[in-house]
Protein backbone atom coordinates (compact mmCIF):
# COMPACT_ATOMS: atom_id res chain seq x y z
CA UNK A 1 0.00 0.00 0.00
CA UNK A 2 0.98 3.41 -0.66
CA UNK A 3 1.73 6.16 2.07
CA UNK A 4 0.50 9.04 -0.02
CA UNK A 5 0.61 13.49 0.69
CA UNK A 6 -1.26 16.07 -0.32
CA UNK A 7 1.22 18.76 -1.67
CA UNK A 8 -1.01 21.74 -2.67
CA UNK A 9 2.22 23.51 -5.06
CA UNK A 10 1.13 27.21 -6.43
CA UNK A 11 2.04 26.94 -10.15
CA UNK A 12 1.73 30.18 -12.36
CA UNK A 13 1.61 30.12 -15.98
CA UNK A 14 0.98 33.50 -17.35
CA UNK A 15 2.48 33.92 -20.66
CA UNK A 16 3.61 30.24 -20.92
CA UNK A 17 4.02 29.09 -24.90
CA UNK A 18 2.63 26.27 -26.22
CA UNK A 19 6.39 25.61 -27.18
CA UNK A 20 7.67 25.67 -23.57
CA UNK A 21 10.91 23.65 -24.98
CA UNK A 22 11.50 25.27 -28.21
CA UNK A 23 14.28 22.91 -28.75
CA UNK A 24 12.21 20.05 -28.48
CA UNK A 25 9.44 20.52 -30.26
CA UNK A 26 7.99 17.22 -30.06
CA UNK A 27 8.72 17.08 -26.19
CA UNK A 28 6.46 20.48 -26.19
CA UNK A 29 3.49 18.55 -28.03
CA UNK A 30 3.94 15.53 -26.21
CA UNK A 31 4.00 16.69 -22.97
CA UNK A 32 1.25 19.25 -23.71
CA UNK A 33 -0.91 16.39 -24.68
CA UNK A 34 -0.56 15.08 -21.14
CA UNK A 35 -1.67 18.27 -19.55
CA UNK A 36 -4.74 17.96 -21.62
CA UNK A 37 -5.64 14.44 -20.63
CA UNK A 38 -5.06 15.29 -17.36
CA UNK A 39 -8.27 17.00 -16.37
CA UNK A 40 -10.63 14.39 -17.45
CA UNK A 41 -8.45 11.76 -16.48
CA UNK A 42 -8.58 12.78 -13.47
CA UNK A 43 -12.13 13.75 -13.29
CA UNK A 44 -13.04 10.36 -14.18
CA UNK A 45 -10.63 8.94 -11.57
CA UNK A 46 -11.73 11.07 -9.07
CA UNK A 47 -15.34 10.20 -9.70
CA UNK A 48 -14.59 6.00 -9.60
CA UNK A 49 -12.57 6.27 -6.67
CA UNK A 50 -15.49 8.57 -4.75
CA UNK A 51 -18.20 6.03 -5.86
CA UNK A 52 -16.19 3.17 -5.04
CA UNK A 53 -14.95 4.20 -1.67
CA UNK A 54 -18.66 2.84 -0.06
CA UNK A 55 -17.65 -0.59 -1.54
CA UNK A 56 -14.23 -0.84 -0.09
CA UNK A 57 -14.52 -2.94 3.12
CA UNK A 58 -10.37 -2.50 4.15
CA UNK A 59 -10.11 0.38 5.67
CA UNK A 60 -6.01 0.32 4.74
CA UNK A 61 -6.81 0.88 0.81
CA UNK A 62 -10.02 2.75 2.21
CA UNK A 63 -7.55 5.33 3.50
CA UNK A 64 -5.16 4.81 0.15
CA UNK A 65 -8.15 5.39 -2.19
CA UNK A 66 -9.15 9.44 -0.27
CA UNK A 67 -5.66 10.42 -0.69
CA UNK A 68 -5.28 8.86 -4.15
CA UNK A 69 -8.14 10.58 -5.17
CA UNK A 70 -6.85 14.09 -3.61
CA UNK A 71 -3.91 13.72 -5.24
CA UNK A 72 -5.43 12.73 -8.45
CA UNK A 73 -7.63 16.08 -8.11
CA UNK A 74 -4.79 18.33 -7.26
CA UNK A 75 -3.04 17.19 -10.33
CA UNK A 76 -6.33 17.93 -12.31
CA UNK A 77 -6.28 21.51 -10.82
CA UNK A 78 -2.47 22.52 -11.15
CA UNK A 79 -2.70 21.07 -15.24
CA UNK A 80 -6.05 23.21 -15.68
CA UNK A 81 -4.07 26.31 -14.95
CA UNK A 82 -1.61 25.38 -17.27
CA UNK A 83 -4.32 24.71 -20.08
CA UNK A 84 -6.20 27.96 -18.96
CA UNK A 85 -2.78 30.04 -19.59
CA UNK A 86 -2.50 28.25 -23.29
CA UNK A 87 -6.19 28.74 -23.68
CA UNK A 88 -5.22 32.74 -23.56
CA UNK A 89 -2.89 32.79 -26.18
CA UNK A 90 -4.31 30.56 -28.34
CA UNK A 91 -8.41 30.38 -27.31
CA UNK A 92 -9.84 27.77 -29.57
CA UNK A 93 -7.72 24.91 -27.35
CA UNK A 94 -10.33 25.66 -25.13
CA UNK A 95 -12.27 23.36 -28.02
CA UNK A 96 -10.04 20.60 -27.65
CA UNK A 97 -10.10 21.15 -23.58
CA UNK A 98 -14.14 20.80 -23.37
CA UNK A 99 -13.64 17.82 -25.93
CA UNK A 100 -11.48 16.12 -23.67
CA UNK A 101 -13.05 16.61 -20.86
CA UNK A 102 -16.93 15.53 -22.69
CA UNK A 103 -14.70 12.41 -23.85
CA UNK A 104 -14.61 11.24 -20.39
CA UNK A 105 -17.52 12.29 -19.26
CA UNK A 106 -19.55 9.82 -22.11
CA UNK A 107 -17.27 6.53 -20.84
CA UNK A 108 -18.18 7.18 -17.33
CA UNK A 109 -21.89 7.45 -18.40
CA UNK A 110 -21.54 4.61 -20.68
CA UNK A 111 -20.10 2.16 -18.48
CA UNK A 112 -20.32 0.44 -14.43
CA UNK A 113 -18.44 1.20 -11.57
CA UNK A 114 -16.61 -2.37 -12.36
CA UNK A 115 -15.21 -1.50 -15.71
CA UNK A 116 -14.55 2.21 -14.05
CA UNK A 117 -12.15 0.73 -11.70
CA UNK A 118 -10.59 -1.55 -14.14
CA UNK A 119 -9.91 1.17 -16.58
CA UNK A 120 -7.99 3.48 -14.00
CA UNK A 121 -6.11 0.64 -12.96
CA UNK A 122 -4.84 -0.32 -16.36
CA UNK A 123 -4.14 2.93 -17.09
CA UNK A 124 -2.14 3.97 -13.61
CA UNK A 125 -0.32 0.51 -14.25
CA UNK A 126 1.56 1.58 -16.85
CA UNK A 127 2.81 5.11 -15.44
CA UNK A 128 5.39 3.70 -13.15
CA UNK A 129 7.61 2.27 -16.38
CA UNK A 130 6.37 5.12 -18.93
CA UNK A 131 7.27 7.92 -16.42
CA UNK A 132 10.56 6.50 -14.83
CA UNK A 133 12.09 6.25 -18.26
CA UNK A 134 11.35 10.42 -18.40
CA UNK A 135 12.03 11.02 -14.94
CA UNK A 136 15.54 9.31 -15.65
CA UNK A 137 16.02 11.13 -18.90
CA UNK A 138 14.71 14.48 -17.52
CA UNK A 139 17.99 16.44 -18.62
CA UNK A 140 17.66 15.60 -22.33
CA UNK A 141 13.79 15.95 -22.30
CA UNK A 142 12.96 19.14 -19.95
CA UNK A 143 16.85 20.65 -19.59
CA UNK A 144 16.24 23.62 -21.87
CA UNK A 145 12.68 24.05 -21.12
CA UNK A 146 10.55 26.58 -19.08
CA UNK A 147 10.90 26.07 -15.53
CA UNK A 148 7.32 26.04 -14.98
CA UNK A 149 6.16 23.27 -17.06
CA UNK A 150 9.14 20.85 -16.48
CA UNK A 151 8.53 21.33 -13.09
CA UNK A 152 5.07 20.55 -13.27
CA UNK A 153 5.22 18.07 -14.87
CA UNK A 154 7.95 16.09 -12.76
CA UNK A 155 5.57 16.92 -9.71
CA UNK A 156 2.66 14.94 -11.53
CA UNK A 157 4.91 11.91 -12.59
CA UNK A 158 6.65 11.77 -9.36
CA UNK A 159 3.09 11.51 -7.69
CA UNK A 160 2.11 8.96 -10.01
CA UNK A 161 5.23 7.18 -9.00
CA UNK A 162 4.31 7.58 -5.40
CA UNK A 163 0.40 6.26 -5.57
CA UNK A 164 1.78 3.56 -8.18
CA UNK A 165 -0.36 0.41 -6.95
CA UNK A 166 -3.11 2.82 -5.97
CA UNK A 167 -5.98 2.15 -8.45
CA UNK A 168 -4.92 -1.39 -9.25
CA UNK A 169 -5.37 -1.83 -5.32
CA UNK A 170 -9.02 -0.60 -4.86
CA UNK A 171 -9.59 -2.53 -7.91
CA UNK A 172 -8.64 -5.53 -6.51
CA UNK A 173 -10.17 -5.09 -3.08
CA UNK A 174 -13.77 -4.13 -4.56
CA UNK A 175 -13.89 -6.66 -7.50
CA UNK A 176 -10.14 -8.56 -7.52
CA UNK A 177 -11.61 -10.30 -11.16
CA UNK A 178 -8.19 -10.26 -13.37
CA UNK A 179 -9.80 -11.71 -15.97
CA UNK A 180 -12.60 -9.34 -16.62
CA UNK A 181 -10.05 -6.73 -15.88
CA UNK A 182 -7.80 -7.97 -18.60
CA UNK A 183 -10.18 -8.47 -21.07
CA UNK A 184 -11.31 -4.48 -21.37
CA UNK A 185 -7.88 -3.47 -22.19
CA UNK A 186 -8.48 -2.98 -25.98
CA UNK A 187 -10.60 -0.41 -24.94
CA UNK A 188 -8.43 0.95 -22.91
CA UNK A 189 -5.85 1.40 -26.00
CA UNK A 190 -8.84 2.36 -28.49
CA UNK A 191 -9.66 4.68 -26.41
CA UNK A 192 -6.71 6.88 -25.68
CA UNK A 193 -5.53 6.18 -29.39
CA UNK A 194 -8.28 8.17 -30.40
CA UNK A 195 -7.99 10.85 -27.63
CA UNK A 196 -4.66 11.36 -28.53
CA UNK A 197 -5.30 11.75 -31.84
CA UNK A 198 -8.16 13.82 -31.09
CA UNK A 199 -5.82 16.19 -29.22
CA UNK A 200 -3.03 16.71 -31.74
CA UNK A 201 -5.66 17.57 -33.82
CA UNK A 202 -6.85 20.55 -31.90
CA UNK A 203 -3.20 21.45 -32.01
CA UNK A 204 -3.05 21.57 -35.75
CA UNK A 205 -6.13 23.38 -35.82
CA UNK A 206 -6.00 26.11 -32.84
CA UNK A 207 -2.32 26.90 -32.80
CA UNK A 208 -0.84 28.58 -35.36
CA UNK A 209 2.07 27.84 -36.72
CA UNK A 210 3.25 25.24 -35.24
CA UNK A 211 6.90 23.41 -36.76
CA UNK A 212 5.82 19.76 -38.65
CA UNK A 213 8.75 18.93 -36.35
CA UNK A 214 5.86 18.92 -33.44
CA UNK A 215 4.18 15.68 -34.98
CA UNK A 216 6.98 13.81 -36.53
CA UNK A 217 10.10 14.72 -34.48
CA UNK A 218 11.64 12.92 -31.83
CA UNK A 219 9.71 12.39 -28.77
CA UNK A 220 12.03 10.69 -26.30
CA UNK A 221 15.34 12.40 -27.04
CA UNK A 222 18.65 10.98 -25.57
CA UNK A 223 16.80 7.79 -24.55
CA UNK A 224 18.29 5.09 -25.98
CA UNK A 225 16.02 2.44 -28.51
CA UNK A 226 17.26 -0.33 -25.94
CA UNK A 227 15.38 1.36 -23.25
CA UNK A 228 12.56 1.90 -25.00
CA UNK A 229 12.16 -1.68 -25.64
CA UNK A 230 12.52 -2.26 -22.41
CA UNK A 231 9.75 0.00 -21.34
CA UNK A 232 7.29 -1.32 -24.04
CA UNK A 233 7.68 -4.73 -22.40
CA UNK A 234 7.27 -3.51 -18.66
CA UNK A 235 3.82 -1.70 -20.14
CA UNK A 236 3.00 -4.49 -21.42
CA UNK A 237 3.84 -6.89 -17.97
CA UNK A 238 2.34 -4.53 -16.12
CA UNK A 239 -1.22 -5.96 -16.80
CA UNK A 240 -0.25 -9.05 -15.96
CA UNK A 241 -2.46 -10.48 -12.75
CA UNK A 242 0.67 -11.73 -11.33
CA UNK A 243 2.96 -8.32 -11.64
CA UNK A 244 3.89 -6.78 -8.38
CA UNK A 245 3.68 -3.09 -8.25
CA UNK A 246 5.24 -2.29 -5.45
CA UNK A 247 8.89 -4.45 -6.33
CA UNK A 248 9.28 -2.44 -9.68
CA UNK A 249 12.75 -0.35 -10.00
CA UNK A 250 11.92 3.25 -9.31
CA UNK A 251 13.50 6.66 -10.62
CA UNK A 252 15.92 7.31 -7.79
CA UNK A 253 15.30 10.64 -8.77
CA UNK A 254 11.65 10.82 -7.36
CA UNK A 255 13.34 10.89 -3.80
CA UNK A 256 15.41 14.06 -4.49
CA UNK A 257 11.85 15.82 -5.12
CA UNK A 258 10.53 14.39 -2.26
CA UNK A 259 13.54 15.59 -0.38
CA UNK A 260 13.49 19.14 -1.53
CA UNK A 261 9.78 19.64 -1.35
CA UNK A 262 10.04 18.63 2.51
CA UNK A 263 12.66 21.23 2.95
CA UNK A 264 10.03 24.10 1.79
CA UNK A 265 11.86 24.53 -1.34
CA UNK A 266 10.34 26.37 -4.29
CA UNK A 267 9.09 23.75 -6.24
CA UNK A 268 7.30 25.94 -8.84
CA UNK A 269 10.51 26.34 -10.53
CA UNK A 270 12.42 23.19 -9.30
CA UNK A 271 13.27 22.23 -12.71
CA UNK A 272 14.22 23.68 -16.25
CA UNK A 273 14.78 27.15 -17.36
CA UNK A 274 12.88 29.90 -15.38
CA UNK A 275 11.41 32.66 -17.41
CA UNK A 276 12.63 35.93 -17.26
CA UNK A 277 10.64 38.29 -15.44
CA UNK A 278 7.32 39.87 -17.79
CA UNK A 279 8.60 43.08 -17.27
CA UNK A 280 12.00 42.66 -18.87
CA UNK A 281 10.29 41.03 -20.91
CA UNK A 282 8.51 44.03 -22.07
CA UNK A 283 11.18 46.12 -21.85
CA UNK A 284 12.53 46.18 -25.90
CA UNK A 285 16.44 46.03 -26.97
CA UNK A 286 18.13 49.11 -27.29
CA UNK A 287 18.66 50.05 -30.19
Not at 41 to 47: S, V
Request: aromatic share 12%.
Amino acid sequence: MSELKLRKIPFEFDGVDFLWHPKQPAVSALMNQISFISPGFEKYIFRATKEAESLIEEPVVLKEAIEFRLQEGQHAKCHRAHIAALVKRYPGLQKTMDDVVALYDELYEEQDIKFHLAFSGNLEATFTPFFKVIIDHRESLFGEGDSRVASLLLWHFCEEIEHRSAAMDIYQSVYGDQLYRMSIIPKVISFNKHLGEMILEGFKEHVPNLPEECFTGERFPGVPKREMFSMIGKLISAQMPWYNHDAQPLPEWANTWFEHYEKGEDMTNFYGVKPAPAAELAVSPAA
